[in-house]
């Protein structure tokens, strides 16, 4: 929960995707309402429960519109090969993302409310095995 509600966080940028980052934790990005873009870096493995969504809500507890999330980009070298549930739930924003090769698993209500989203993309040698129930 790093950066759990840190309302005016922009922008967060690793360095010529260096990072030796294995793991983005539950909600470590959670109601980060003014995130704009970010780029995965290759060294992740996992993206836990509710690490990108917005779950601040309006009316009848839909998403609230405030998540301005619209560009997250996972290169196709990326080791990513789990994706948590509601992982980026209520991203209003998010239009497409790309899920690499090594994902096996997109767990329940990945992108639940995300409103806009019009083109998931999965590698021509995709690894998945499962992708549970509600996953949108």
Known sequence: KAFKSCKKLSTFTFIDNQANLNVIE???????????????????KSIKSKAFCC??????????GKSKLATFTINETSSLNEIGSEA??????LSSIYIPKDVQTIEEKT????????????????SLKEISAYFL
């Open 111 to 126: 992108f639940y409310r995300t409103k806009l989203l019009e083109n998931i993309s999965f590698a021509n040698d995709s």
């Open 88 to 93: 980026f739930s209520g991203l209003v924003s």
């Open 55 to 64: 779950s601040s809500s309006g009316v009848d507890g839909n998403p609230s």
């Open 26 to 44: 539950e909600s470590a990005f959670e109601d980060c309402e003014a995130l704009e873009s970010f780029i995965l870096p290759d060294s992740v």
